[in-house]
């Protein structure tokens, strides 16, 4: 049974930095393409950043380019996203997840894609 769980997430300010990660269990994360999405208050969920099996390849968000980093090491069965230079419209409960991909270097944004969820972690930017 895939379980994936999320931590990292916290209060922070304005311009600081958090480093989200999503250990992943019960699958073999080798054969899994993992996104990072969020949900922001009154607003649907959306895609953050995604990165291949292989790491090779990764897709990010525009509100997050230049800002945010996904990364895996797939030995330690986690993935992180490192977040940088952080904004109030940040704000959201972020969730980890796993696509069973066709390729080892396919990365998908669409959350219909992926096969299993984390349950979420807290992020709130503000002074």
């Known amino acids: 049974q895939a379980q994936l769980v999320e931590s990292g997430g916290g209060l922070v300010q304005p311009g600081g930095s958090l480093r989200l990660s999503c250990v992943v269990s019960g699958i073999t994360l080798d054969y899994y393409a993992i996104g990072w999405f969020r949900q922001a208050p009154g607003k649907e969920r959306a895609i953050v950043a995604a990165?291949?099996?292989?790491?090779?390849?990764?897709a990010y968000a525009d509100p997050v380019k230049g800002r945010f980093t996904i990364s895996r090491d797939n030995a330690k069965n986690t993935v992180y996203l490192q977040m940088n230079s952080l904004k109030p419209e940040d704000t959201a409960v972020y969730y980890c997840?796993?696509?069973?991909?066709?390729?080892?270097?396919?990365?998908?944004?669409?959350?219909?894609?992926?096969?299993?969820w984390g349950q979420g972690t807290q992020v709130t930017v503000s002074s």
């Open positions: 990165i291949s099996e292989n790491g090779v390849n990764t």
């Open positions: 997840a796993a696509d069973r991909a066709y390729s080892i270097v396919a990365v998908t944004t669409i959350q219909s894609e992926y096969d299993y």
